[in-house]
């Protein structure tokens, strides 16, 4: 796909980068949200605050079908799900064989609209907007040297309308409300979240723990958790720890010292673990869709980092460490060349569980 796209760009030429476009009233937008977990909600909670902003648009969201709760949680109704052989979804999309996905490309033409767009700028999700919305359809074009760009296939579809995004502008909440403005003809900013902001805690804070998450590499040592645990027990706080019904042994497991004291609660279903959130004030985990979803339910969060800039994914209402730990690759933007040696996630590991306590206060003061 990558090849048809650059042999047909030389064909035809250079593709314009798209200006502002401030859909006209009553348009149609489909959002192509086709990645995981983590930026399915940054979507979803984003492009929330765009149809807060222009509620006459009529916003069509596709997605894979497990995030669908996500951007029903945030108001929309009409979603269209399929697979996409994209960010670890090949095997599902093989296994349809690729019906789910030509349903819903024919659903989406017939449904004429003016305008769709990605928030990646990967070949494989503009080259599916153009077969929906053809020229109409508009994607980010990274800076050769933008973090981003070599993490997708970079091919370029003609027609397809590109934003061109610079090295600078490298915060991903402010890159896809900035892409949502040009839409929208709004200023939409990525502080809103579907519920207010916590209100001041009362003494002793709820605070939870997540310490899981899909990608090892991302994982903050175990004994941290412990010792994390064991300050915040001097100060009275007994913390909660989220995990699924998969990773409730994990969490027994890491939590088993005698000195720990924690309440481990495995959530059953999304639902279940939105109502947790909603109870807590503060929530600690490193960079996972959880912290993303808690940040769009209006709570506070510290982000423990692994191998990008804090800022690079930093949800609103957030503090968010990260530091190299004097590794030479420090950031490697989620590809580390670290994996089995002995500085495996160095940088993580570096941030102390004093670093994290002190960012606790700093964050309920």
């Not at 009275?236 to 990773?247: A, K, M, Q």
Request: charged share 20%; proline share 6%; hydrophobic share 40%.
């Amino acid at each position: 796909m990558v090849l048809l796209g650059n042999r047909l760009t030389k064909a035809l030429g250079p593709m314009h980068p798209a200006m502002n476009l401030n859909l006209p009233l009553d348009s149609s937008l489909c959002v192509i949200s086709a990645r995981r977990y983590g930026d399915a909600i940054i979507n979803a909670r984003l492009i929330h605050a765009a149809a807060q902003a222009r509620p006459d648009i009529r916003w069509v969201i596709w997605t894979k079908p497990e995030f669908a709760p996500l951007f029903q949680l945030m108001g929309f109704d009409q979603i269209i799900t399929s697979q996409f052989p994209i960010a670890g979804g090949a095997l599902k999309f093989l296994k349809e064989g690729g019906s789910t996905l030509l349903k819903a490309i024919f659903e989406l033409r017939s449904l004429k609209l003016n305008a769709s767009i990605d928030f990646i700028g990967d070949a494989r999700e503009a080259f599916l907007g153009s077969l929906i919305a053809g020229r109409r359809h508009h994607s980010p074009a990274w800076e050769e040297s933008h973090w981003m760009h070599k993490l997708i296939w970079n091919g370029k579809i003609p027609f397809v309308q590109y934003f061109p995004i610079q090295t600078s502008q490298d915060r991903m909440y402010e890159i896809v409300s900035d892409l949502l403005s040009k839409l929208t003809g709004k200023v939409i900013k990525p502080t809103s979240s579907i519920s207010s902001i916590n209100h001041r805690p009362q003494y002793p804070p709820k605070i939870a723990f997540h310490p899981f998450s899909s990608q090892e590499f991302k994982a903050w040592p175990e004994i941290y958790w412990q010792q994390l645990s064991l300050l915040l027990k001097k100060q009275e706080i007994i913390p909660t720890v989220f995990c699924t019904e998969s990773e409730e042994s994990k969490a027994y497991q890491i939590f088993s010292s005698e000195n720990s004291l924690v309440k481990i609660r495995a959530t059953r279903s999304l639902q279940d673990l939105i109502s947790g959130l909603k109870s807590i004030d503060l929530l600690v985990g490193v960079d996972s869709f959880l912290v993303h979803l808690a940040s769009a339910l209006g709570k506070k969060t510290i982000v423990i980092n692994s191998g990008n800039l804090p800022a690079w994914w930093q949800p609103p209402n957030s503090l968010a460490l990260g530091q190299s730990g004097a590794c030479l690759q420090y950031p490697c933007s989620n590809e580390p060349s670290c994996l089995g040696t002995k500085n495996e996630s160095q940088c993580i590991k570096s941030i102390e569980p004093g670093q994290v306590l002190k960012a606790i206060e700093k964050t309920l003061s």
